[in-house]
């Protein structure tokens, strides 16, 4: 029990914030404004507070694990919940059912650190439901919208429908191995069909939370109708938390079988990324775009996810610190201006540049990270997942998936020519930012500039393991 | 000398670019810093001509080895032989002259100052790097300024143009990413440094995967045919200095690429793939000039002309001749000045005349004869005449071509040679038309060059005189070069 505080110290954390705000909110006359600049205060206190202490351990048996490796990973999961306090403040302020909000979403962050840090496939479940369950519900959180609802009526049944194949895949793999613990499984697999089918069922669980294709529908749909802040949460807290679980999976607990799940990568990578990047040539909508290119995104990772080495981990934890920025910032410009001027159509971004300039180059700057084009962060990012990627000399799918980096170039390009070159007679009016958005924003550009050409940061990831 | 110096100059000017208060400032700042450019290329021309002959036969001069993502092996390695001092002179002169001639930019100047520095920082930096990954870095960096010179300072489709130019790039640059990939994993320990590579043998049938795909990547860049469409769209839509740069830089980094990291790295395969490069090359060259006798814009003239002139540049490559190399590297300064001239003086043309249709031109001989001169000047040299640079040039892929006995090659050169016939046609018919004849009325009051224009004319005019009148200089800074490639080949042959 002596390690009791310091292994469970980011579980600890966010729980305590999540207390506060429940008290809070039984409490009469709290300003939005003031507690959400608390807020902002505790999410950073608690980013900070990530990257001390972190020891390796074991708590409950094998139910809970945590190591350097695994808090760095949560820390880039406080960074993406503290990078949207900020981006969204516009927002948040405005509702009226902030504290909720915070409460869903933090106790969706407590169930993905617990998800990474499970040992055992029953806590594994149990954690991913807690991350599920209120992110549907942060999906509906415009309650007076339809389309909102919709989204969340999306979601909650394919949550549904892959956690019940994930459940099924979990009590096949008891009856076949005999244990559920992640340390005991590997020493149980023999690659026997049962096991095979048993690797197909998780396999799907996790490709239904991660939108890889072909389990991506409800991924457009639920991003378009979510509140903004939520979807900036899904797509990169949620999506992040579920690639860091997926490795260990695969890594850790499938290790034996890593020629059947090779190929299953492969292919599963390659489709992701076709149908990502083709639909995301046509969207109108920026949401559905956003949405439809961390699709193609995901298949990158997975390019990454296939190299089965440690150089193969560093690369993904490398590149979804990267994705936080990048993404984050893409979401946040979009939400400053749908929020002032309701306007989500890539045409309405037409000569933004003119009447936004700062703004804009945000964006660039966003795009151009997840086009994967230097200086930026995502170059590198990118560069790294391809490298680990090729070196099971595998040169057909790496000259597609380098191939596909230019399609998906092409449709960045798309919002980035409406916003620098294009005109526009009614371009989105000068837009005052809010300060704690502006920080946010000065922060992801940063992000998305220096982490890349700060190479030490790729370092401390390599040295964790 | 520190070639870091290369990489921190441009960075420190975007940074004043950046940070100057208006336009002025923003000239003055981009003016300085191009200034500062072409002092430190030609200190480093000299300083490497006097280090070269004291130490002679050395791979690589002015070594810098600084720790970069040590997990990969990769390092910001730094360091120039005599075919990159060479390009990093043609770099310095084309910069100061774009920077000159785009004097008279007033939408968002800034923006456009900022980016016509970034694209030299990136040209600096791919011609120092030793490290393949640093390479590939500073070639893709390029690619997104001029995707938004062309978009946004752009004239007639180009958007479209823009679209084009960059996806074909970053298209290129996706197969010289693969190829590269390929050769990292062939060295013992993992490495993308030159050096390294260029020492270990690198297994045949991993140059037979990754010689094409890096020949064919970097070849985008230096319009291969047929991957050579960007070219013209790219060039006549983009803003003068922009077509400057593309002609005069960009291009380069794909012949340096082709010659430096291809040829160099997989010798076994450039003498296996050779045939289908002078094929390929031969093609570009009279594809090239027949299609630039069709064409009725400046702008499309001397864009397709590149075409041909850079099919040049690959036929000397593929020649695997030390000679043929050497014209080569020759051909791509040679090229690169003048093309960059030629855009110079096109846009000082339309910035009077409005037009770049060379019948509705006529007589401007009269009205402006500083820029018209510098049109003739520029044009024979594009058609080969002597004392200028593309009759050195083109003479001594010619001269190394031959040398080859067998028929094939002798055909190759005899085509190309042919070549010229049609450039002295369309370039003469182009330079009369526009020049010679009655003027138009609407023209009678148009001025000559301004101090500005006089400049850059004059600077890439010292360049093209200074090669065509005493090539030797040139020829002696990138022989010992070439002869280390060509040693290289010759153990294979």
């Given at each position: 029990m002596d390690n009791f505080f310091t292994l469970l110290k980011s579980e600890l954390l966010i729980t305590i914030i999540i207390f506060y705000l429940l008290f809070i909110k039984i409490g009469k006359g709290v300003r939005n404004d003031g507690l959400l600049t608390m807020v902002q205060i505790l999410l950073l206190i608690n980013?900070?507070?990530?990257?001390?202490?972190?020891?390796?351990?074991?708590?409950?048996?094998?139910?809970?694990?945590?190591?350097?490796?695994?808090?760095?990973?949560?820390?880039?999961?406080?960074?993406?919940?503290?990078l949207i306090s900020l981006l969204f403040a516009g927002w948040f302020r405005r509702h009226e059912h902030m504290p909720e909000f915070f409460i869903l979403m933090l106790s969706a962050l407590l169930g993905m650190f617990l998800m990474i840090s499970s040992g055992n496939l029953l806590m594994f479940y149990l954690a991913l439901e807690l991350a599920t369950i209120p992110v549907a519900a942060m999906v509906n959180f415009d309650l007076e919208k339809k389309i909102s609802s919709e989204g969340a009526m999306k979601m909650i049944l394919s949550s549904a429908f892959s956690s019940g194949i994930l459940l099924f895949g979990i009590s096949l793999m008891y009856g076949a191995t005999g244990t559920i613990s992640f340390a005991e499984i590997p020493a149980m697999l023999d690659g026997s069909p049962?096991?095979?089918?048993?690797?197909?069922?998780?396999?799907?669980g996790f490709a239904f939370k991660l939108s890889i294709v072909p389990f991506h529908l409800w991924t457009a749909d639920v991003y378009e109708g979510a509140p903004m802040a939520a979807t900036a949460f899904l797509s990169v807290v949620s999506k992040g938390s579920i690639a860091f679980i997926f490795i260990t999976a695969l890594y850790k607990v499938f290790q034996p079988m890593h020629g059947v799940w090779y190929n299953m990568l492969i292919l599963l990578s390659v489709a992701t990324m076709v149908i990502g990047n083709l639909?995301?040539?046509?969207?109108?909508?920026?949401?559905?775009?956003?949405?439809?290119?961390?699709?193609?995104?995901?298949?990158?990772?997975?390019?990454?996810?296939?190299?089965?080495?440690?150089?193969?981990?560093?690369?993904?934890?490398?590149?979804?610190?990267?994705?936080?920025?990048?993404?984050?910032?893409?979401?946040?410009?979009?939400?400053?201006?749908?929020?002032?001027?309701?306007?989500?159509?890539?045409?309405?971004?037409?000569?933004?540049?003119?009447?936004?300039?700062?703004?804009?180059?945000?964006?660039?700057?966003?795009?151009?990270?997840?086009?994967?084009?230097?200086?930026?962060?995502?170059?590198?990012?990118?560069?790294?997942?391809?490298?680990?990627?090729?070196?099971?000399?595998?040169?057909?799918?790496?000259?597609?998936?380098?191939?596909?980096?230019?399609?998906?170039?092409?449709?960045?390009?798309?919002?980035?020519?409406?916003?620098?070159?294009?005109?526009?007679?009614?371009?989105?009016?000068?837009?005052?930012?809010?300060?704690?958005?502006?920080?946010?924003?000065?922060?992801?550009?940063?992000?998305?500039?220096?982490?890349?050409?700060?190479?030490?940061?790729?370092?401390?990831?390599?040295?964790?393991? | 000398?520190?070639?870091?110096?290369?990489?921190?100059?441009?960075?420190?000017?975007?940074?004043?670019?950046?940070?100057?208060?208006?336009?002025?400032?923003?000239?003055?700042?981009?003016?300085?810093?191009?200034?500062?450019?072409?002092?430190?290329?030609?200190?480093?021309?000299?300083?490497?001509?006097?280090?070269?002959?004291?130490?002679?036969?050395?791979?690589?001069?002015?070594?810098?080895?600084?720790?970069?993502?040590?997990?990969?092996?990769?390092?910001?390695?730094?360091?120039?032989?005599?075919?990159?001092?060479?390009?990093?002179?043609?770099?310095?002169?084309?910069?100061?002259?774009?920077?000159?001639?785009?004097?008279?930019?007033?939408?968002?100047?800034?923006?456009?100052?900022?980016?016509?520095?970034?694209?030299?920082?990136?040209?600096?930096?791919?011609?120092?790097?030793?490290?393949?990954?640093i390479l590939f870095f500073f070639l893709e960096i390029a690619v997104i300024p001029k995707y938004l010179l062309i978009g946004i300072w752009g004239s007639g489709k180009k958007e479209y143009s823009a679209n084009k130019l960059a996806l074909m790039l970053m298209g290129g640059s996706a197969l010289v990413l693969v190829g590269l990939l390929g050769l990292y994993f062939t060295t013992p320990e993992h490495s993308f440094d030159l050096i390294k590579l260029s020492q270990v043998h690198i297994?045949?049938?991993?140059?037979?995967?990754?010689?094409?795909?890096?020949?064919?990547?970097?070849?985008?860049?230096?319009?291969?045919?047929?991957?050579?469409?960007?070219?013209?769209?790219?060039?006549?839509?983009?803003?003068?200095?922009?077509?400057?740069?593309?002609?005069?830089?960009?291009?380069?980094?794909?012949?340096?690429?082709?010659?430096?990291?291809?040829?160099?790295?997989?010798?076994?395969?450039?003498?296996?793939?050779?045939?289908?490069?002078?094929?390929?090359?031969?093609?570009?060259?009279?594809?090239?000039?027949?299609?630039?006798?069709?064409?009725?814009?400046?702008?499309y003239i001397n864009a397709y002309s590149s075409v041909s002139h850079c099919g040049f540049v690959l036929l000397g490559i593929g020649m695997l001749t030390k000679t043929a190399m050497t014209g080569a590297v020759m051909q791509m300064v040679s090229h690169g000045l003048m093309t960059a001239?030629?855009?110079?003086?096109?846009?000082?043309?339309?910035?009077?005349?409005?037009?770049?249709?060379?019948?509705?031109?006529?007589?401007?001989?009269?009205?402006?004869?500083?820029?018209?001169?510098?049109?003739?000047?520029?044009?024979?040299?594009?058609?080969?005449?002597?004392?200028?640079?593309?009759?050195?040039?083109?003479?001594?892929?010619?001269?190394?071509?031959?040398e080859h006995p067998d028929m094939f090659h002798r055909i190759a050169t005899i085509i190309a040679c042919m070549s010229i016939v049609v450039t002295a046609v369309y370039i003469l018919r182009a330079i009369g038309q526009t020049a010679m004849g009655p003027i138009k009325d609407e023209f009678k009051n148009l001025g000559d060059a301004k101090w500005n224009e006089k400049a850059a004319a004059v600077i890439l005019l010292i360049g093209i005189l200074a090669i065509g009148i005493a090539p030797t200089w040139l020829n002696e800074l990138i022989k010992p070069a070439t002869e280390i490639i060509m040693h290289k080949i010759s153990i294979v042959k």
């Open positions: 980013l900070i507070a990530g990257f001390f202490f972190n020891q390796e351990g074991h708590l409950n048996g094998d139910m809970f694990y945590t190591n350097p490796l695994i808090a760095f990973q949560k820390s880039i999961l406080n960074l993406g919940v503290y049962l096991q095979i089918l048993v690797l197909v069922f998780l396999f799907t639909f995301a040539l046509r969207q109108q909508n920026i949401k559905r775009f956003l949405a439809f290119s961390s699709i193609a995104q995901v298949g990158f990772i997975l390019v990454g996810i296939s190299s089965n080495s440690s150089q193969g981990i560093s690369a993904v934890v490398y590149f979804i610190l990267i994705y936080v920025f990048s993404n984050l910032a893409a979401f946040g410009v979009a939400a400053v201006i749908s929020s002032q001027s309701g306007k989500e159509k890539i045409d309405d971004y037409k000569g933004l540049y003119k009447t936004n300039p700062f703004l804009s180059w945000i964006l660039a700057l966003a795009l151009f990270s997840l086009a994967g084009i230097p200086p930026t962060a995502g170059f590198f990012g990118k560069l790294f997942l391809i490298t680990a990627g090729a070196a099971k000399a595998n040169y057909g799918f790496i000259t597609f998936v380098a191939l596909n980096m230019m399609v998906s170039l092409y449709y960045y390009l798309i919002v980035v020519r409406a916003v620098f070159m294009d005109k526009n007679d009614l371009p989105v009016e000068k837009i005052n930012i809010h300060p704690a958005t502006k920080l946010g924003l000065i922060i992801c550009g940063s992000g998305v500039l220096l982490v890349g050409l700060m190479s030490w940061i790729y370092d401390y990831i390599q040295n964790l393991f | 000398m520190n070639l870091i110096y290369l990489i921190l100059l441009p960075l420190l000017t975007a940074v004043l670019v950046l940070l100057a208060r208006n336009a002025m400032q923003v000239k003055l700042m981009a003016l300085i810093g191009s200034a500062a450019q072409i002092v430190l290329a030609v200190y480093l021309y000299f300083v490497y001509t006097a280090e070269a002959a004291l130490s002679k036969g050395n791979q690589v001069y002015f070594e810098k080895q600084y720790e970069w993502f040590p997990s990969w092996h990769i390092s910001f390695h730094l360091g120039v032989d005599g075919i990159s001092v060479a390009m990093i002179l043609l770099t310095a002169f084309v910069v100061i002259a774009g920077v000159l001639v785009s004097w008279n930019v007033e939408k968002m100047t800034k923006e456009f100052y900022f980016l016509l520095v970034l694209l030299s920082l990136g040209a600096y930096g791919f011609f120092i790097s030793l490290d393949l990954f297994p045949i049938d991993v140059q037979r995967i990754c010689f094409p795909l890096l020949f064919v990547g970097f070849g985008v860049f230096t319009a291969i045919f047929p991957f050579h469409t960007w070219v013209p769209d790219g060039h006549s839509s983009a803003p003068t200095a922009g077509s400057m740069f593309l002609a005069g830089i960009s291009m380069k980094l794909g012949g340096y690429g082709c010659l430096r990291v291809a040829t160099y790295i997989m010798p076994d395969a450039a003498l296996e793939y050779s045939t289908i490069i002078i094929i390929l090359s031969s093609i570009a060259i009279l594809y090239g000039a027949f299609t630039t006798m069709m064409q009725k814009d400046l702008k001239l030629f855009f110079a003086v096109i846009g000082m043309i339309y910035e009077r005349t409005h037009t770049r249709q060379v019948k509705e031109m006529g007589g401007l001989l009269k009205v402006m004869p500083f820029i018209t001169t510098v049109l003739f000047i520029v044009g024979l040299c594009s058609l080969g005449l002597p004392g200028l640079s593309g009759f050195v040039a083109e003479m001594t892929i010619f001269m190394g071509s031959w």
